[in-house]
């Protein structure tokens, strides 16, 4: 049960002094079983005339802010504290009936589901129907669990990851006849290509950390993108095809949606002169507070941490 400390800063700069319109902030991590938000500040400048919060239609909580004043400079400051607890691939739990595919969702859920369920985007050759289905056994059942893994670590092993810091999404159709994008593009692409099997898929944004010092998790450094997937018996699961990630090791939710563009971080208007608009730049850090997991290691299995410091000393 790791601390976090997750800072995430976007600054936008000027030529000249420029009004700015409404802006929708979507940077709080979202409260769940598995993540427990301590503490959290968003500060903003210039100052806002005013700040309000909401709930969207998914349970995320979205700040909006609207400005009187005129300056060069916009900055947002999102500092968060988590307590995250991390779920392995072992602890996915799926009910009998569905754990071979094909299956169908419950009568219950379907009406639920469905809209995540629809695809949404063109695939008039279904070439991703094609590349979705070379991960089903065509002999027999194929295990539903073991089949979106391999998903996710092919796409992890044959895509090239490039970053990309500005705006925008490629099409899936792009990512797989490109084999490279960022952590969205894969997103989307899995999304595409588990909808294309009748599986219920979602967009999050959201951020990943390492949760040891020796391991690196690509995605760092901005915000990131992966996918979950409903799963009857365990419910909405995570799948992060970037890092070839089943479970919400490394990975802090923030904002959940049915596509890409409802739950973009940071979005708004400006008015000025023409060209005033100069750059956007986007600080991620996101770190395991190591003194405060091992003193709440220590206070919740003292015996399990004394045992950790014999081996380690």
Known sequence: MPFLNLS????????????????????RPRESFDQHLLDAALLISPEPSEVRWLQDV????????TFDRRAKELIFDSRVRVLHSPAELQEVHIEEYARSYPFTYSSEEMPDLLRSIERQHHDPQRQIDGWARRFVNAHGPTDTLG??????????????????????????????SRMKGTCRDY???MIEAVRALGFAARFV?????????????????????????????SGWVEFDPTNGIVGNTGLIRVAIARDIYQAVPVSGTW????????????SVDAHVDAAATAAHTLIANPD???SDMRRTG
């Not at 092919?154 to 490629?170: D, L, N, S, W």
């Not at 008015?271 to 986007?282: E, I, K, N, Q, R």
């Open 8 to 27: 995430h800063v976007t600054t936008y700069t000027y030529r000249h002094p420029v009004s700015f319109g409404e802006h929708r902030i979507m940077v």
């Open 58 to 65: 998914f349970g995320n909580s979205v700040a909006i802010a």
């Open 147 to 176: 089949m979106l893994a391999d998903m996710t670590a092919a796409i992890r092993r044959e895509f090239t990851y490039v970053p990309r810091p500005e705006k925008g999404t490629q099409s899936p159709i792009e990512t797989l």
């Open 187 to 189: 997103a989307m692409f």
């Open 205 to 233: 944004s959201g951020y990943v950390y390492s949760p040891t010092i020796g391991e690196h998790r690509t995605g760092g450094g901005n915000t990131h993108a992966w996918v979950r997937v409903y799963l009857p018996g």
């Open 271 to 282: 008015a000025g002169f023409p060209g005033s608009f100069l750059d956007m730049t986007v």
């Open 304 to 306: 399990a941490a004394a």
